[in-house]
């Protein structure tokens, strides 16, 4: 949206001033915060954000409305207004930087913003950008230019400039002639800026051949994209009168007070003509198309060429006016020359200082400190120079006195004790005097009520604040703001924020944020990964200016959400299952139905980023196979006939529930063959001898997962004892979860794994290895929310995996635990 810029302005003073300068500095220094600078291109739609105040001033959102952020400005029409709710500056109405600064170099809008308790006052200034909105335009479509025939080459004729409302490298930056034998065109820089096109005869004209010239002129601004604007030149070829009118000088420079009377001469132009009789009489006239501003307030005398002044001038309007003086002789054709006026219009001071209250305390305490400030005063005086410097005074004995600020701006505070029971109401008289000869003066009142006060303790805002974001967040990104306030003022409500140290992972917590200590803004120093670190805390401490310093902590429970970073990985078949004949082969007696084998992803991801389906993407014959959306299992849709070929190629894609969808593929061969009927009972009878097995660890499984919920809900009873006793101070428990490394390198043992680091407490069961249904649990209990989780975690089994689920819902309270699996497989109690 464009450039900042804030601060207090500073300049070099002698020692002795520094000393004094200090101690105005100090007085003001809690309500003056200094300026704000943005800088926004014209034209920006109604609604556009120009920047934030609220950050930039350093002031909380909830602040905005009890301090009363308003804008005053001094300009009559209103551009700009504060969305209280986000802070933000916002454009309200259409901005036209050549309607309002003409084509001065640069265009500043100056504002002012005004809060309260305590009272301040910040000076923003919105530099208007120009932008490359307008095209070139000359004064007129045709430009007719008289040339003898006899004049040699090298002559010069000035052409029209072409007008651009655009400033800087928007504005004109070259000419061009279209290509012809007679003429060049060369540009004269005028020391004001302004590109003026010459039209430089580079070969003698004969009327005989050619009477008329048509040229084409374009002028070209700088801008991107390029804008022009075009002017035909018609040259006349004239026969005879040789010599034009010269000016003694190119530019005739000259100063007028604004208040010079009608009549009055400025300057006088004088050209020759080498010419005798009527070809050598010179007669002045304002150039064509001159301004009408310039018709109706100069006048020229067409025999002497004085320029007199015509209409009222002022400074405060136009300081400077160019125009340019043809003069022509009376030949036949007659022939002209030409020169620039340049009037400068010397101020006076006819304008009466105005003072303007932007903010007033009216009612004020009894005990108010010495300094304080009562009322923001700005000084106006449209004037320049000695005239517009202004000067604020007081009445002699009066309990305040003026303290002055940057750019015209005073405070108004108390120069000694006040007693309210002595004197209830002031009336302070406020006079402002220029410095002209004679000066100006205007006056100004200022009711001021005395009020009895209440002092109060100061108090921190809140004890705990929970807060999520994104994995996978870009560095540097504002993760929370916690704010504190203080009902004291001066240095006393002044707060600054810190992060206390304590460890996260080990790790300092400030290698994984920072926080500014003016707003209380906290910032991620990198991204964070879910799959890594998913929740800890931040001790922030709010700390004020005063002696002895007060302080108060609050913590900040952080909680990475997941992203959908994983795509789905194949775990079976692997690429030596599937060089195995025992996955490829099927007996084409098989029936609809017939289990040909069984696709196992996982997804290192959770929640449902990590549910997980299948579906064929290709198929040799895709009326032959299916394969089911949430297990995985390849199955024949009918029955196998002697005409289907024998290798069968399958193509399965496997898609999570992510946002983006994150997905993986894997290719199934199927042999059919005849014959293989004793191969799948001996497989049948093989199969049938581990299930006892499994039996037993199916056995092994519930009484381990009796005894983990025994051990949950000791650890949930514990944990609700120990938020209860601690939830003034805390106010929350919050969830620490290890890294997903723990989940990497399951064996065959059921483990039971207790956590209680942290305000959060969990049980993880982790059992099996990847052939023999490796499960992983993980039991979660947060005060924060009404209801606690115990979640099944990333599943990495090929088998069924709801027997296992139906035995921890039936040994588990109700309504206390979650299950979650890749295999789209979640009860909610």
Known sequence: MGFMQRGIMRRRLPAWQVLVWWYHFSLVWNTIDGQIRYSIPEELKQGSVVGNLAKDLGLALPELHRRKLRITSEAGKQYFRVDLGKGELLVTDRIDREELCAQRPTCVMPLELVIDNPLQLYRVEIEILDTNDNSPSFPTKENVVKIAELVTAGARYPLDSAHDPDVGSNAVRAYLISKNDHFKLTVKNHKDG????????????????????????????????????????????LDNNDNAPEFEKQLYEAN????????????????????????????????????????????????????????????????????????????????????????????????????????????????????TVIALISAKDPDSGENGKVTLSLPSKSPFRIIPSVSNHYSLVTNGPLDRERKSQYDVKIKAQDSGKPPLSSEKNIMVDLLDVNDNAPIFSLPSYVVYIKENHAPGIIICSVSATDSDSGENAKISYSILDSKVQEVSVSSYVYINSDNGSIYSMHSFDYEKLKV????????????????????????????????????????????????????????AGHLVTKVTAVDADSGHNAWISYKVAEATDASLFTVNQYTGEVRTKRSVSEHDDSSQRLLIE?????????????TVSILLEDGLHEPILDLRHKVSEPSKKSDRLALYLILSLASVSVLSLVTFLILAVKCMRSSRSSGACCMRRSDCEDYKNPNRNLQIQLNTDGPIKYVEVLGGDMMSQSQSFRSCMSPMSEYSDFTLIKPSSTTDFKEVISVLDASLPDSTWTFESQQVSRYHS
Do not use: W
Request: glycine content about 6%; hydrophobic content about 35%; charged content about 25%.
């Open 256 to 371: 007028v007070s604004e208040n010079a009377a009608p009549g009055k001469e400025i300057v006088h132009v004088k050209a020759t003509d080498a010419d005798e009789g009527l070809n050598g009489e010179v007669e002045y006239f304002f150039a064509d198309r001159t301004s009408d501003v310039i018709l109706s307030l100069f006048d020229i005398d067409p025999t002497t060429g004085a320029v007199v002044v015509k209409g009222s001038l002022d400074h405060e309007t136009s300081p400077v006016h160019r125009f340019d003086i043809t003069a022509k002789d009376k030949g036949n054709p007659e022939m002209e020359g030409h020169c620039s006026v340049e009037i400068k219009i010397n101020d006076v001071n006819d304008n009466v200082p105005e003072i303007i209250v932007t903010s007033l305390t009216s009612q004020v305490p009894e005990d108010s400190a010495v300094g």
């Open 536 to 591: 800890f805390e931040i001790q922030v401490q709010a700390k004020d200016q005063g002696s002895p310093c007060l302080s108060s902590n609050t913590t900040v429970h952080v909680f990475i959400l997941d992203q959908n970073d994983n795509a789905p990985s194949v775990i079976y078949p692997s690429s030596a299952a599937l060089g195995s004949l025992s996955h490829q082969r099927m007996p084409r007696s098989a029936k």
């Open 654 to 666: 496997i898609r999570d529930d992510g946002e983006p969808v994150q997905s993986a593929t894997v």
């Open 194 to 237: 302004r590109k003026i096109p010459e039209l430089v005869l580079e070969k003698p004209l004969d009327r005989e051949k050619l009477p008329v010239h048509n040229l084409i002129l374009t002028a070209v601004d700088g801008g991107d994209p390029v804008r022009s604007g075009t002017s035909e030149i018609r040259v006349v070829v």
